[in-house]
């Protein structure tokens, strides 16, 4: 099968300071090219978006996929840009923001950014039946899918992830959540953490959960309308204005 992919990896070439951004759990680089574009153009920096395996392509390769193969892509992702960048800052988006703190730890980063980081989800109560399921259903359809996109890119996106149930994966991104949970207390340097009041995936709750088990200097900037990819919503300009202000400090 030729691979096809509906977002490859972006990559804006700038200065020696560098940011690497990292999107959530079956999206893709398009949900932070907003961002990625306006650190490129306001600040002159590098950016790299990477696309995370099995993500942005086809249902089949999402599921032969695990939170081993999304780690290790960052991980060589980082590694790369170290090479050519005398400053690194990560940020990333649901998945993306746990990514970020298990990366940061792992490479002492000193700042990240934290859009709506999924510590914390509205399907918490569902990771024993996802256990049990992940052992024998690779997927089944959502009862209620989302909405229909125009956008072609979205409606590729919806048709190959957004209307599916993956167990297994579902399994392993719980599992890279409880990772990152235990990551928290041993980060030691000053993040940015956006969430959103109206994010019906991560509840504001999440707020107060990294205040009380997050090390470190931390900024909370609280957006009312967004919902969960806030990096593309309605409030994207304020999301970009409060890391552009986080990134110059």
Not at 184 to 190: C, I, M, T
Request: hydrophobic letters at 40%; a positive charge.
């Amino acid at each position: 099968m030729i691979e096809l992919v509906i977002y490859p990896s972006q990559f804006l070439k700038g200065s020696e300071k560098c940011f690497l951004l990292i999107h959530g759990y079956t999206g893709s680089p398009y949900e932070m090219m907003y961002i990625a574009e306006g650190i490129n153009r306001n600040l002159g920096w590098t950016v790299r978006v990477p696309r995370l395996p099995g993500h942005s392509t086809f249902t089949e390769d999402f599921l032969e996929t695990t939170k081993r193969d999304w780690k290790r892509r960052i991980f060589d992702e980082f590694l790369g840009m170290k090479s050519c960048c005398k400053e690194i800052v990560v940020g990333g988006l649901s998945m993306g923001g746990i990514l970020s703190v298990i990366l940061a730890n792992k490479f002492n980063v000193n700042k990240i950014v934290l859009y709506a980081p999924a510590f914390l989800t509205a399907f918490q109560k569902y990771i024993p039946l996802t256990m049990v399921l992940s052992t024998f259903l690779r997927r089944t359809k959502k009862r209620n899918p989302p909405k229909e996109e125009e956008d072609p890119i979205k409606k590729k996106l919806r048709e190959e992830y957004w209307v599916y149930n993956f167990y297994k994966q579902s399994w392993e991104f719980f599992k890279l959540q409880f990772e990152g949970r235990k990551n928290l207390p041993r980060f030691s340097g000053e993040a940015l953490v956006v969430v959103s009041k109206s994010d019906r995936t991560v509840p504001i709750t999440v707020k107060d959960y990294l205040d009380k088990n997050m090390g470190g200097r931390k900024k909370f900037v609280i957006l009312e309308k967004s919902q969960h990819v806030l990096t593309v919503d309605v409030e994207k300009e304020k999301v970009l204005e409060e890391t552009l202000k986080f990134l110059k400090g």
